[in-house]
C-alpha cells in the first residue's frame, strides 16, 4: 500500500518562502515522475509542477519563476522550494506519483496547508 506524507506548509507573509517535503513509501518499479498538486478553497486539484526521472521539469505559469521541484526517486522524496509566495498560492499542497499524462497514480494523502497573508 502506498503512502504519500507531505510536510513543511504553514503560515507565512506575502513574500515570504517555504519548502514542501514529501514521503512516499510502498511504491513499486521505477518512477517516471512525480508531481506537486494544490487544492485551493473550492476548486479541483491542479498541478503546479512536476518532475520526471530524466529531470525534466514542468511548472504551471502561475508559479513560473517562483517554485522549484526537486527531489529523489530513489528515496521516494519530492521536495517544493516555494519562494515569493503570494495570496492565491493559499492551498493544501499535495504530492503523487504521476503516468506519463500527468494523471496522479495513488489516492491523495493528507497533504499540507499552506496559507499566504496578504
Known amino acids: 500500500q502506498v503512502h504519500l506524507v507531505e510536510s513543511g506548509g504553514g503560515l507565512v507573509q506575502a513574500g515570504g518562502s517555504l519548502k514542501l517535503s514529501c514521503a512516499a513509501s510502498?511504491?513499486?518499479?521505477?518512477?517516471?515522475?512525480m508531481g506537486w498538486f494544490r487544492r485551493g478553497p473550492g476548486k479541483s486539484h491542479e498541478l503546479v509542477a512536476s518532475?520526471?526521472?530524466?529531470?525534466?521539469?514542468y511548472y504551471a505559469d502561475s508559479v513560473t519563476g517562483r517554485f522549484t521541484i526537486s527531489g529523489d526517486f530513489a528515496q521516494t522524496t519530492v521536495y517544493l522550494q516555494m519562494n515569493n509566495l503570494e495570496p492565491e498560492d493559499t492551498a493544501v499542497y499535495y504530492c503523487?506519483?504521476?503516468?506519463?499524462?500527468?494523471?496522479?497514480?495513488?489516492?491523495w494523502g493528507q497533504g499540507t496547508q499552506v496559507t499566504v497573508s496578504s
Open positions: 503523487n506519483e504521476l503516468t506519463r499524462t500527468n494523471i496522479p497514480w495513488y489516492n
Open positions: 510502498g511504491i513499486a518499479g521505477t518512477i517516471y515522475a
Open positions: 518532475l520526471t526521472s530524466d529531470g525534466t521539469t
